[in-house]
């Protein structure tokens, strides 16, 4: 099972969370109405704490924390992220996979591209030990720092060179913090081919850049979604740490699936400038969840005027200062 399918086996078993939280080391857990409640310590009184039966959102009171059931768990354990999502596997008896298959929708440019010819076959994606990192120098680059990602954020992304292609490295992790591949841009300004270019392949479209990374933020909270790496680390450079990226101008099934699994309270679609309204409309409603039980807001950017994103300039929402970026959020965000 993958993250949104192990969410899901657990709100369709919602036992399983009672099993989960006592497993954990949750004291009192007890079922009331939608919510199952618990105390973190044993002198508590066992209402400090709920995990919601429907989504898997939780609200621990006491420490003033919000996320969902993965969150909660990663705050008490200190496994990480990759821990924490392995151990719910192991307590409920389910095994953690990456198959996966999707429809894929193509456009022209690296971002604009999920690779059709690669990504779309059924397969596992293909875990990278993390000391092949050491290959490259873990070092900072001006280029990325000129294009509003500071020298932390590269250092929070283990951004790095590689010295024989002359390249800048993107390790890519997936939503559970695997190693699955490393993209790579050329350390030129206006390189006339091959500006982007994996050095480990990776099956982009199957990836949400920043998943891992910022899944506290993202779990029960706003999501902002755009198209390439740079988008997740230029937000991040703005204090603002709950972007992922799509690794294309599309929104596959998959993206779809993990996107929905967060239960965020709004997300919001922010592709590059020069696409058209329509298309935007129609990958942002991939998103949505709609039935008789369960619904979510989702949102996108559209700078119709072109007051921020200049006609033409093919920018991104990140390519703007923080302000702009919130006029845009505030003015030129369009409801599903």
Not at 57 to 63: L, M, N, P, Q, T
Not at 244 to 253: E, F, N, R, Y
Not at 329 to 335: D, F, H, L, P, S
């Amino acid at each position: 099972m993958e993250i949104a399918q192990v969410k899901q086996h657990i709100i369709s078993n919602p036992h399983l969370i009672e099993e989960i939280l006592e497993e954990a080391g949750f004291y009192r857990v007890k079922k009331k109405g939608d919510k199952y409640w618990c105390g973190l310590h044993y002198d508590t009184n066992g209402t400090t704490i709920y995990v919601s039966i429907d989504t898997l959102a939780s609200v621990d009171f006491a420490r003033g924390l919000k996320g969902d059931i993965i969150t909660l768990l990663e705050e008490k354990l200190h496994l990480g992220f990759r821990g924490t999502v392995q151990w719910i596997c192991n307590v409920i008896g389910v095994e953690y996979t990456s198959q996966r298959q999707e429809i894929i929708r193509p456009f022209g440019g690296y971002y604009m591209n999920c690779d059709i010819n690669k990504d779309h076959n059924v397969g596992e994606l293909s875990e990278y030990p993390r000391e092949i990192l050491s290959n490259y120098s873990q070092v900072g680059n001006m280029m990325f720092y000129k294009d509003g990602i500071d020298f932390q954020t590269q250092k929070d992304f283990t951004i790095g060179f590689d010295a024989l292609s002359g390249r800048i490295t993107i390790p890519i992790f997936d939503e559970k913090g695997r190693l699955v591949g490393v993209d790579s841009r050329i350390n030129i300004e206006n390189p006339d081919s091959y500006k982007w270019f994996p050095l480990l392949p990776f099956k982009k479209s199957q990836v949400l850049f920043g998943y891992s990374k910022n899944y506290h933020n993202l779990a029960n909270g706003i999501t902002l979604i755009g198209e390439s790496p740079k988008f997740v680390m230029q937000l991040r450079s703005m204090g603002i740490n709950n972007g992922v990226a799509l690794g294309c101008a599309s929104v596959t099934d998959i993206n779809a699936q993990n996107l929905q699994s967060l239960f965020s309270k709004e997300y919001i679609l922010m592709f590059d400038e020069g696409l058209d309204e329509e298309y935007i409309r129609e990958q942002a409603k991939k998103i949505k969840i709609d039935n008789p039980f369960l619904k979510n807001k989702v949102s996108y950017v559209y700078d119709s005027d072109n007051i921020i994103l200049k006609e033409g300039s093919k920018k991104s929402p990140s390519d703007v200062n923080k302000d702009e970026l919130h006029w845009l959020i505030k003015n030129a965000r369009k409801g599903i």
